[in-house]
């Protein structure tokens, strides 16, 4: 093998692993799952900060746990299935050949399950406990997909394990706090471009293979104001932690230097607010509101303990706008659906492998009464994403095209009381 392509293949791997690794922890920290409860989905989470219509708003409000009069629990899991596109997509690979890099669908399944209990100690004091994930995402481009190192196989998923505590001071006015254990995990594989991979017998398949995984503790504070029985408000604030993900990074079996890499991501997660609102109109129908602000921004750059700065992003903070409305039918069934608008979380830098946009959430649900004391609750939700300009480059290499992605969410949640 000659030295010019030796040094090709060197820069290669180096810019295969640096988009690699940016594109897991991208997805980590900058897809948020919004997927806590199946009556939250069907109503496009408007209102859930104060709602509190079963024990799944402890995911979004401690301070509502106030709300509460008896022992409570929900158990359920919502699958989200991301159609993702590329089109007209165009691929320079380091040998000068342009390739169509077009593809179908890079999207997957993801099933995120959640549950919820709530305990009130007395007319004061109530604790909680909650399991659900509140970052994740599945992309897949085939192995032989042109431009392979821009896309490849990510698989990155969350699990929120929370303990919180709720107060009444009277009866207008409850707060609550709560403490979050974040486990992260992240597994992706890049392949070399196939047009170079068969230049020469000395370079394997297998570019790359990741598999990452660590905690973090964050916190949640809330508070909850009731007008009247009818009309009642929610502030939430959750502080999320920068992640440290431990990672072993295999180059085909070594790296440009001859040896495996063992180091420590440093994952910002964003801070995330929320204010909702409530308001029964009479005995049939509510509407419901909610803004929520997410502090993508801190997502400014990736950064490892002994590599470095390894990309940086230039993120933007984003927001949720949700409106909804609840038709209670009769003592059987609840009915309730809801519409989102969901701000991007990228400006400038656009990726294949991360295709955020603007969205629009189309939401409708409904609850069944099983009895007083427990119900079973049904939502789906259609995700409508907008085209995105996508234009990314290495060291020895182009891709430019354009990506779309929705998304359909369905879940199921089983509640009931004691």
Known sequence: MNRSFVLRRSALLAAISLCALNSTNVCAAGFQLNAQSATGLGRAYAGDAVIADNASVVARNPAAMALFDDISFSI?????????????????????NTLDA???????????????????????????????????????????????EYG?????QSLNIGLTGSYRINQQWSIGAGLDFIYGKGKLSRNFEPTLAAASSAVPDEALNVDAAGWAV????????????????????????????????????????????????????????????????????????????????????????ISGTLNSYQWQDGWHYAIGGTYYLNHTWTLRAGYMYDTSAQDNLTSISVPDSDRQ??????TYHLSEKSNIDVGFTYLLGKDVDVSESKTVSTLTGTTHADAIMFGIQYSHSL
């Open 218 to 305: 964050g916190y949640n504070l809330g508070t909850v104001f009731e007008l009247n029985d009818n009309n009642r408000f929610g502030l939430d604030y959750h502080y999320s932690p920068d992640l440290k993900a431990d990672g072993d990074i295999n180059y085909a079996g070594y790296t440009a230097s001859g040896t495996s890499i063992s180091d420590t991501l440093i994952i910002p997660l964003p801070d995330i607010a929320e204010f909702s609102g409530y308001h029964r109109l009479n005995n049939d129908f509510a509407v419901h509101y909610s803004i929520q602000w997410i502090k993508w921004s801190e997502f400014d750059n990736l950064n490892a303990k």
């Open 102 to 148: 077009s593809y179908d669908n890079a999207g997957d399944t993801s099933v995120a399950p959640n549950l919820y209990l709530i305990v009130p100690v007395n007319d004061r004091f109530a604790w909680g406990l909650n399991t659900y994930s509140n970052f994740g995402t599945r992309t897949s481009f085939d192995n032989n997909y042109q431009g392979y």
């Open 76 to 96: 359920g899991l919502e699958t989200i299935s991301t159609m993702i596109e590329v089109k007209d997509g165009v691929y320079k690979n380091p040998v000068a």
């Open 361 to 366: 959430w189309f939401s409708t649900g409904f």
């Open 152 to 156: 490849g196989n990510t698989d990155v």
